[in-house]
């Protein structure tokens, strides 16, 4: 297992000189944020990024994203020059020694909560999620806006892709993906690239839009639209752990045993009710989910691939992006290699 950390580049307040300094951190999750979705990354904006990594001392172990085009997810014409790119991507990608990409097929939305600050009992700050406040939330009105999110969105370009959206159904979404796993994987195997799709966040459909990446049926579903090592999953606890049919220890097992995780998000949850979560710190005592059990399921498959503290309060007075601050996904990094060592 690697111990990893996500770095959102240059203005990341988070720096790589900080990121160094958390004992067992050896590997970096990153992206190229200036590229259109859509567009293929060039070579030298990789080894730019690579090589600011490896001047530090680091690894550039992950790359998370590179994003899927809304066209791909809709299915419209425009998805095979799309897709093309995507697959120039993965080849440049591997040819700078990037070897594992976790991306998503969440239509619009990437990661969704209802309040970025909540004040927990301990006074630190958490992203919850409050099924009632979300039910209340307007979409479109651009007044949430979430690191994960696509920001370039107007107002009525959200509009248009809502509309968009209105005729496509969960079986249209599977269709959409498979047809974009029909080409994207065949490179992948070819290049080396390991993919990994991050499930959805949260795992049920929201404002309407449907979600398809949710439960141990569905991922065993997506991992024979193409049945291939490199068509994988980065298997994100806090994600599917909001729901208590997920039980996450047993797909870690259990995708694990088919060679399929490629990627472990490592975080805890507080299910406050049914369909409400808080973000609670990364110890097994904070939350629903029992942590040491999770890294057990990690050790007994022999994982060996990236692991990543995932989203932290924010603690110790820290202000930044909601969810990425150092403190507490520094405190999570080394009480997953804490569990780790205590399982060797
Ligand atoms: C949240 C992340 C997600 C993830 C994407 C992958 O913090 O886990 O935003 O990066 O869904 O495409």
Redesign the pocket.
Known sequence: MEMTF?WYGDSDPVTLDKIRQIPGVTGIVSAIYDIPVGEAWPMDKILELKKKIEDKGLNLSVI??V?VHEDIKLGKPSRDRMIENYCTTLRNLAAAGVNVV???F?PVF??TRSELDHELADGSNALIYVKEQVDKMDPISGELAL??WDSSYTKESLKAVFDEYANITEEDLWNNLKYFLERVIKVAEEVKVKMAI?PD?PPWPIFGLPRIITSKENLERFCKLVDSPYNGI?L?SG?LGVTKENDIPDMVRYFGKMGRIHFG?CRNILITEEGSFEESAHLSSKGSLDMREIMKAYKEIGFDGPIRP??GRMIWGETGKP??GLYDRALGAVYLNGLWEGLE
């Open positions: 996500r998370e994203s994003p976790c991306y998503n969440m990437d990661w690191p994960g991050h966040d980065t994100c994600s998000h995932d989203h969810g990425y």
